[in-house]
């Protein structure tokens, strides 16, 4: 018999109409909407400030209508030759690679470390001296940050220019060198949300400015730069932060240290649960207890998390292959990419599995989940027919 409920995978939350409130009133009493308004000045100042405490150096915060377009306008304002050949790692969302070939790149896919997951500076380097690469776009993969300073002194040593995709890092990850640009998303799953939305933070002011100029279309509004104001001066895009997802953005930085310590709650009781039932069966990435968690994910054999998906769809509970297919598996038309082994990638990928992960989830939906994750491991598994496993991996 199925559960009498269903348990999601992800469950966003923002704040709500109370905690937007004054915020709201400030953009009725403004009436500023986009371009440039005060609450998202106020909101770059705030996060400026917060970053600081982090570095020791000055920290500019320009926001973006999106993560990858966060992204996408950092390349551009990096100044990199057209066509250039960016390291990206195999185990990434596809906005990683989608990014580079926006901006006129190549993406040259790599492997990862077998126990954080990431892409290295190690890494980076041979795979650069195999490929020629001359840049690096590393990735805060599940939120589990990537060391600014040593890829600043590979950046350094190598001449290789380096950017930090931290999508999902807010928190745990932060802009300790001054010369690594790093873009976080404000997405609604992601733990500071605004519904949507991004940043890009660095020490560079320059850079900051210049992606800042890229997201109102290129438009020239410095006085000082040689150029009339309202000329076009860059080819850039559309990508500004709106009034109204400042303002989100701002309420749920109110709320953020609450939430914050209830998702590293229910991620550590969650792990244990599992570890207490699976051990050894279960690896999990290493590095750094994270911030604000905000995805579940976990390895196993593979065939065990072939059964366990099986399991979860016939109880309805959602489970995902995060990031799969990996990055050199997806159609030649999407764009030229520069492909090399990725044995570490393909091994991890293989067994990895997200489970559900929420602030809605109860004990209840714990133990579920356990249990499943118990009976897939024994091959205690009780499907309906053979036809229903063949069904779900065709």
């Given at each position: ?369 356990t249990h499943a994750a118990t009976s897939a491991i ?17």
């Open positions: 018999m199925k559960p009498s409920s269903s348990i999601p995978l992800l469950v966003p939350q923002l704040p709500d109409r109370q905690a937007l409130s004054p915020y709201l009133d400030e953009i009725d009493r403004n009436r500023h909407y986009s371009n440039f308004g005060p609450l998202n000045q106020a909101l770059e100042a705030r996060l400026a400030t917060l970053f600081a405490e982090h570095a020791s150096h000055a920290v500019q915060v320009t926001t973006t209508s999106s993560a990858t377009l966060g992204l996408e306008l950092t390349l551009q304002a990096m100044a990199l030759p057209v066509g250039s050949r960016i390291i990206v790692p195999a185990l990434t969302f596809v906005a990683t690679l989608t990014a580079i070939l926006r901006a006129g790149h190549v993406p040259v896919i790599a492997d990862i470390d077998p126990h954080n997951w990431l892409l290295t500076p190690e890494i980076a380097e041979a795979t650069a001296a195999q490929t020629g690469a001359n840049a690096v776009l590393a990735v805060a993969a599940f939120g589990q940050p990537q060391d600014t300073r040593r890829w600043s002194e590979f950046k350094r040593r190598t001449g290789i220019a380096v950017l930090i995709d931290a999508a999902g890092a807010f928190g745990s990850q932060w802009v300790e060198a001054a010369d690594i640009p790093v873009i976080y998303s404000l997405h609604a799953t992601k733990s500071l949300a605004a519904g949507e939305g991004g940043m890009v933070v660095s020490g560079d002011p320059a850079i900051n400015a210049t992606v800042r100029q890229l997201s109102n279309f290129g438009i020239n509004l410095d006085v000082d730069a040689g150029l009339p104001v309202g000329h076009l001066s860059l080819a850039g895009s559309n990508a500004k932060l709106s009034e109204y997802h400042a303002a989100v953005a701002h309420a749920s930085l109110d709320q953020w240290p609450a939430k914050a310590q209830a998702l590293q709650r229910l991620y550590r009781d969650y792990r244990q649960a599992l570890n207490n039932a699976c051990g050894t069966n279960l690896q999990w990435q290493a590095g750094k207890s994270l911030a604000a968690p905000t995805i579940f994910c976990v390895r196993m054999e593979a065939d065990a998390r072939n059964r366990l998906e099986a399991l979860c769809q016939q109880q309805q509970i959602a489970t995902r292959r995060w990031y799969q297919p990996l990055l050199h598996q997806h159609a030649e038309n999407v764009g030229p990419t520069i492909k090399t082994p990725v044995p570490v990638a393909e091994s991890i990928a293989a067994g990895l599995i997200g489970l559900p992960f929420s602030l809605c989830m109860t004990s209840s939906d714990i133990q579920r989940v024994t091959q205690d598994i009780n499907l309906t027919s053979s036809e229903t496993l063949e069904k779900h991996h065709g």
